[in-house]
């Protein structure tokens, strides 16, 4: 089996590093983050899809905290645990 590309390496640990930095956001400074999503939502001039999906779970603050966190939790293990994965297949 070859050695996983470099670059493959570098894009994936990016992207976790993305994950877990929207993660620790979501932790550690939950208020300006609820806050930022929310402004972005109802800001008009941004067009997502599915905006009235979203604030409407938006609405019931401490439901949204609550899965967001559980959630959080699964995706942070997901992610370090594949982060280790692929540094092992890069290394062998």
């Keep these: 089996m070859e ?3 470099l670059g493959f390496v570098l894009v994936f640990l990016l992207f976790s590093f993305i994950f877990l930095s929207n993660s620790y956001k979501l932790w550690f400074r939950t208020e300006g983050y609820y806050k930022d999503l929310y402004n972005s ?6 067009p997502y899809p599915f905006k009235n999906f979203f604030l409407k779970r938006l609405e019931n603050k401490q439901s949204w905290l609550f899965w967001q966190k559980a959630f959080s ?10 982060d280790v994965l692929v540094v092992m297949a890069y290394l062998k």
């Design 73 to 82: 939790l699964l995706g942070i293990v997901a992610v370090v645990s594949m």
């Design 3 to 5: 050695q996983a590309p």
């Design 41 to 46: 939502l109802v800001n008009e001039k941004t």
